[in-house]
């Protein structure tokens, strides 16, 4: 005698079987910070920064695009850099860059722009006006 009897005919569920992360993940801002200056790195590709960190490119490079925008912060480490100053002996008749007040000024120049700055210039516009011309290179 059968106890139970089982019907084939019924249609069943469907089955998802999901590999890898299946839940929404929360990243600190520091972990952010630290993967976007991971990616900012000389000669490392986003997309395998991204893979090494289980997540997508197109995350990754909207983390980039925020940090940018000045709304992500990176690591202090990544964020200080430190360009070489090139000192030009002066040519015979050369005369040094003299500002308006007669003292002299020091000549940045990034990306093909050249940046006068005079003692006394406010120091947050001159940063924000650096990375201005980084994030455009």
Avoid: N, Y
């Amino acid at each position: 005698m059968v106890d139970h009897t089982f019907d084939d005919s019924d249609p069943r569920g469907r089955i998802d079987i999901r590999t890898g992360v299946g839940r929404r993940r929360r990243w600190s801002d520091e972990a952010k910070g630290r993967i976007v200056a991971e990616s900012f790195a000389p000669g490392a590709v986003v997309s395998e920064v991204a893979r090494r960190h289980d997540m997508s490119p197109q995350h990754l490079f909207a983390w980039r695009k925020a940090a940018r925008a000045g709304l992500l912060t990176l690591p202090s480490d990544a964020a200080l850099e430190f360009v070489p100053v090139v000192a030009e002996a002066p040519c015979i008749g050369a005369l040094p860059v003299m500002a308006a007040s007669g003292s002299a000024a020091v000549v940045i120049e990034i990306g093909g722009a050249i940046i006068r700055a005079v003692p006394g210039v406010d120091l947050v516009w001159l940063v924000d006006l650096l990375r201005a011309i980084r994030a455009a290179i």
